[in-house]
């Protein structure tokens, strides 16, 4: 299933928010699937460092398993020097934060 999907973000070194469409083969859109997407994006050549959660943690969900994915939406953030990041599907107004 493809999903298109609108991502804000702005760069550690450039002054605006930079808005972009991209899309994937996913059946779940979440944090670090955008995160990878928009990576792919803006460093072709680059394989994905990090791995990548098929969902998104829920409330109910391990504490040590929130934890980890969050650290890991950090140094992806860091990784590829993004100081602000969210996200929203195609036809929807609401944006999701990483």
Request: aromatic share 8%; proline share 3%.
């Amino acid at each position: 299933m493809t999903i298109k999907f609108w991502v804000a973000f702005k760069l550690v070194n450039q002054p605006a928010r930079r808005d972009i469409q991209l899309e994937v083969d996913e059946l779940v859109l979440n944090c670090d699937v955008v995160l990878r997407a928009l990576g792919n994006h803006l460093n072709p050549l680059e394989e994905w460092p990090f791995s990548v959660e098929g969902q998104t943690c829920s409330g109910d969900t391990d504490v040590c398993r929130t934890a980890v994915q969050r650290r890991r939406i950090k140094a992806a953030r860091e990784h590829l020097g993004i100081i602000y990041i969210s996200y929203r599907t195609d036809g929807e107004g609401l944006e999701s934060l990483c």
